[in-house]
């Protein structure tokens, strides 16, 4: 039975300053968000980890290589776990698309046509390409325990195939920066074993 890790990136300048980046180049990891990922690197340790795939977006990325060099791990990029292309809406203020659009993430999980109208990836093809690297891991990797460095709704996308999240639910859950998020696999089949897994330090900290 291995485990595919689901690793959401550090904190970024885009979640400090409430900019919807989607697949904006140069939008790096801020202070707080390396001192993440090196707690989580140190975390992974314990797990036995034999591969990692990344996003190639570079917040992603960064978390990815820092992870790596600590377990001593090359990292391969896979695009399949890049942020979703949010269309219009990308270099958006949060505020600013919602007080233009109405809840656009509440769209998305419900898989309103005004989201594609507006050129941002649907939640369906989201699903898609995160399942098709699954596959990929647990064909090239089996029973062994292998790390995915990804953004929020990718994450959110493995979770729905699994567990019955309504549109609602999947809006108020956040997949905290730096988080490990773990499935095991089986024959084919998935169980979530840890939402949200971070080091015993962050919990003091409001993540």
Do not use: C
Not at 74 to 94: A, C, Q
Not at 184 to 192: A, I
Request: overall charge negative.
């Amino acid at each position: 039975m291995g485990q595919i890790i689901f690793l959401r990136h550090g904190q970024a300048k885009n979640n400090t300053d409430r900019i919807l980046a989607g697949r904006t180049e140069g939008v790096p990891l801020t202070e707080t968000g390396i001192k993440q990922a090196e707690h989580t690197a140190e975390l992974l340790e314990h797990m036995n980890v034999s591969a990692i795939y990344s996003s190639p977006i570079q917040r992603a990325k960064h978390t990815a290589e820092i992870v790596g060099k600590h377990n001593s791990i090359d990292v391969t990029v896979d695009e399949r776990l890049i942020e979703l292309d949010m269309g219009k809406f990308t270099g958006m203020p949060y505020d600013e698309i919602f007080t233009s659009h109405g809840n656009v993430f509440m769209k998305f999980y419900n898989g309103e046509l005004e989201i594609a109208h507006n050129g941002v990836e649907t939640f369906d093809q989201v699903k898609k390409r995160v399942l098709g690297i699954v596959d990929h891991v647990t064909e090239n990797h089996p029973d062994e325990n292998v790390v995915l460095v990804t953004h929020m709704d990718p994450i959110k996308a493995m979770l729905s195939t699994i567990v019955d999240l309504s549109p609602v639910n999947l809006f108020e859950l956040i997949i905290a920066n730096a988080s490990l998020n773990i499935f095991r696999e089986k024959e084919q089949k998935f169980s979530l074993s840890g939402l949200n897994v971070m080091h015993p330090s962050r919990f003091d900290q409001g993540w």
